[in-house]
Each structure stands twice: as C-alpha cells, then as structure tokens.
C-alpha cells in the first residue's frame, strides 16, 4: 500500500477514498494544509466520501481516525498544458508511520506550457522554487515563465557547464533515425539511467534548496518523466518512501499526460511522418520501468542502503536527512 487515501476530482466533485474501508473517518474540508476552520462541522465516512468544492483554491481534507490523523489532497493537477502537474504528497514511508505532505513538493513538464496561466497557477501553489533541469537548446526554446518573488534556477542534468550553448538531444534528428538504432536507442537510456542519479549538480542544488527551505518547490525538464523522475526518486529516497512506491510515482500516467503525449506529438508532427519516427517519439515520451529500476538497482548494489548513497553522492549527512524528514513528512499520530 502506497497511499492511505486518495482524492480525485471530476469538475467540482471529489471523491476521497480510503484504503482500509472497514474504518470511519471524520473529515474536515480546508483551503490549507495547516489548518482547518475553527467550529466547522467535520463529514463522516466509510470507504468513500464525495463533496462539492466550489471555490478557486485546492481543497486539503484533514482526516482523523481512531487515534490517528493526516491530510489529503489531490496528486493530479491542472494548468494550461502543462499536463504532468503533480504534487509529490500522500506517499506513506516505509516505517508506515509518516506520509509525504502535501503542498510543498511538485514535478511537472515544462511550465512554460502553462501559457498565460503560469503566474496564477504559481501563485495558487505558493511557490518559491522552480529548478529546470533541461539542456540549453530546451531552455532557450522553452524558457521557464518569471514570476516575481519565485526563483527559478536552469542546472542542466547532462551539461557540464549550464552556460555552454549545445544541447546533448536534438529530438527531431533522433526521429529520423532508421529502423537500426533502436537498440542503441535502449541502450542509451539504460546508460542515462545508470548515470543520471550520481553527483549531478543540478540535484545537488535541489536539496541545498529542500534543506533551506525554499519551498513549495516545482522540479522539471522537457517531458517531466526522465531527468524530474530521477529528482523525486531521490527526493522519496531522502524521505524514506520505498522503491515500489517511487516506481509507482514514476510509472503514473494519467489521462492528462496521455493529452500530454498527444500535445508534443503535435509540436513535432513535421518530424513524424514514419512508423519508424513515431515509435522513436514513443520511445522518448514514454515511461519504462526498466530505466528507474536500473538506477534503484544500481544504488542497493553499489550503496546497499539509500542512507549511504545520498551520503556519498550528494554528502547528506544523518542530521540533513533527519531534518528533511522533519521538514517534509507528516507524521501519522
């Protein structure tokens, strides 16, 4: 079980929904995650609740059960076209005694897709902290929105020095490859995978962000699934989240970033005129198990414990993960 609750939303209807659904629930509806209104009236449920949220901001449901309480929101999220939104909370640890809070932790694609919605969507998420993780040629194309009082950082994943003018993919070539690259094309990103999570200074500059506190924090490259997959399989490393848990979050592909899929293959259509180039658009826009699992495969034989590996990697000492838990868990009791 990765999750204790789940919410999910069709227009102004939510639906939250228990994993264990031989418990009663009492349930108080909030526009923070911090706080609930002081004398409101909490709802009561077993195994579902649907309600009605009217209002422009993000509903947090604050749960209470037996002895125990936390806060649910909704994972999904929504702006413009930039259809890989997600917020990285509700994600039980492996002690099961925590989740990952809600509000504070983002992944996406590029938000330049929010178009004209970028500085509201901002706003509505607090954030202090956007972290782009894309190549020069993606970033000068596709330049991040600038919102005052967020700071945004460009730290390529791949690019030794963020200043150099190249870019290590260029997509539409890739396209036009023949037939026979298709093993190299795997090989590529099995190689990528195994090297990706290492030392990369563009993770590195994430947690001295995560560990000051510059949040709520939004992570992204191009598609948000390989270079931001990476970012939160080492963000839930840190917090203790396991490895079914993290393959789950990087495997997730909602019907949003299905139209995703289909918004990019519009963008490169004129580069799309094989079967042979649309499956190499699959392959790069598509979400494999097998690359994540390389890299957590990589760090257990190499490291043995997530703990070791973020010491050596990124030289997170016990009292910096400490404080992330701290910091970015909510405890269950």
Known sequence: MDRL?????????????????????????????????????????????????????????????????????VQELSAGNCYNLRDLGGYLTSAGDAVVKYGLLYRSDQPDSMGSEAEAVYRKLGLKTVIDFRGSGEHTLWPDPVVPGVDNYWIPVFDENPTAPREHLDLPDIFAKDDDWKQQESDLFRETYLRMPFGSPAYVQMFECLLKNRIPMLIHCLAGKDRTGIGAMLILLALGVPEETILKDYMHRSAAFQAYIDYRK??????????????????FFGVLEEHLRASLDRIRKEYGTPENFLHASYHLTQEDLKKLRKDYLLPLH
């Open 5 to 73: 609750f789940d919410l999910s939303q069709k227009e102004e209807v939510f639906l939250l929904s228990a994993s264990d659904k031989g418990k009663t629930y009492s349930v108080y509806l909030s526009s923070s995650p911090d706080q609930f209104p002081e004398g409101s009236d909490p709802l009561h449920f077993t195994g579902e609740l649907r309600f009605e949220w009217k209002r422009n901001d993000r509903p947090f449901c604050h749960v209470f059960w037996e002895d125990c309480s936390t806060v649910v929101s």
């Open 266 to 283: 519009n963008q490169f259509q004129q580069h799309l005129i094989t079967d042979i180039s649309q499956r190499h658009f699959s392959y």
